[in-house]
């Protein structure tokens, strides 16, 4: 029998979704104490966030620090040193505004902020027996889902392996959805981020572990970003912004319960060898996915994805991808370390809820397709 809820539920405390909510910040988090870190990107400065937040913050009497982190993802140093930083500063809080690596590292550093072991200890699987302090999650893309979810993806440099750290006292106490944050991306952080959400929903609705909850929240992010990511992308318009953001914190809702896929199984492993924005991987890795999983999803579940959407699945997505111009950055390139994407990916959690049962064959067709 298909299950209705899943065993347990992992929501943010309370979710502002507001145009202009950002000028709220300093209200919503002065309730968890007069002294915070606020993490943020380098697009933070440049775009005037970083001012108008320390004004607000200054006016409402409470004392902020900014850390600035550098691109890519997450690291179990950045962790460390985010926590050293807020302990010296006696912080009461953290704040995260800015893309899923962002939001990531400001959720790790707040949950294991009174962690008696090193990250890495989490990391591998131990368990946390101490609470963290309050994380306060803004996103400033729409794709990871990080603000709706209880796990941190980061990488280990010298393993080269990207693993979550994952515990339901990690969960925002607040998420500020403001779609104003939106306007501006650049044209491929919102196109491969939107992708990155957009899989994240169809992987969540296929899942061996889909419940009536998940994947009802997974359907709605499906519908949303599939109308809603092209427009944002031409124009920008507040209604499609709006509900980009949406469809990205619904997606993340639904994999939060539900687990992933094989996509995001491949796409860890490769992202740390090579480089390549993780939306990007996800984004090539879609319709091949989709063909292998096919029988398993079962034509109902296709066919209720493709009314989702408004036409043919596949077609749908090979259409988005032509007219996005996505195409594979790894054509033409030699396959690095191929033993070791393998592996990864066959023990990989995400790989584990996968509808269809993974083998090193089916690895090996989507290496094939994406290559």
């Known amino acids: 029998m298909h299950p209705i809820f899943p065993q347990e539920t992992f929501l943010p405390a309370k979710i502002l ?23 943020h990107g380098a697009s933070f400065e440049k775009n005037g966030f970083k001012e108008k ?7 409402t009497g409470l004392f902020a620090e900014f850390f600035c982190r550098t691109q890519g993802e997450p690291t179990l140093g950045e962790i460390s040193a985010v926590i050293e930083k807020g302990r010296v500063l006696k912080i009461d ?18 949950g294991l902020f009174h962690a008696k072991e090193k990250p890495v200890f989490y990391q591998e699987g131990g368990a946390l027996g101490e609470r963290g302090i309050p994380f306060i999650a803004v996103p400033t893309t729409a794709g990871s889902g990080s603000e709706a ?33 939106l306007k501006g991306l650049p044209f491929a952080v919102m196109c491969y981020s939107g992708m990155d959400a957009w899989v994240q929903a169809y ?30 992308l031409n124009a920008g318009r507040d209604e499609d912004l709006g509900g980009l953001m949406l469809g990205s914190f619904f997606s993340g809702i639904a994999f939060s319960h539900s687990r ?18 993780h939306g990007l991987i996800c984004s090539i890795c879609f319709a091949p996915s989709i063909k292998l999983n096919l029988e398993a999803m079962g034509n109902q579940k296709y066919a209720i994805m493709s009314q ?41 959690g995400s790989t584990a809820a996968n509808p269809k049962p993974i083998t090193r064959d089916d690895v090996e067709y989507l290496l094939r397709e994406i290559f």
């Open 149 to 181: 979810s209880p796990n941190s993806v980061i990488i280990h440099p010298e393993k080269k392996v990207k693993l979550s750290i994952r515990h339901q006292d990690f969960l925002a106490r607040k998420v500020i959805l403001d779609p104003d944050l």
């Open 53 to 59: 937040i320390a004004d607000d913050f200054k006016k």
């Open 308 to 348: 989702a959407v408004g036409m043919d699945l596949l077609q749908k997505v090979h259409e988005l991808q032509k007219t996005l111009k996505i195409i594979s950055p790894f054509k033409g390139k030699p396959l690095l370390e191929k033993e070791k994407i393998i592996a990864e990916t066959l023990k990989s």
């Open 93 to 110: 809080w953290i704040l995260g505004i800015g893309g899923g690596s962002v939001l990531d590292l400001a959720k790790a550093a707040a």
């Open 260 to 277: 992933l896929g094989v996509i995001h199984g491949l796409a860890h492993p490769l992202g740390v060898l090579y480089n390549v924005p």
């Open 17 to 39: 979704f507001k145009k202009g909510g950002l000028s709220d910040l300093a209200k919503e988090t002065a309730e968890f104490g007069a002294r915070g870190l606020v993490i």
């Open 203 to 232: 992987e969540s609705f296929i899942s061996k572990h889909a419940t009536w909850f998940s994947e009802n929240f997974a359907l709605k992010a499906i519908q949303l970003i599939s109308r809603h990511l092209t427009p944002a």
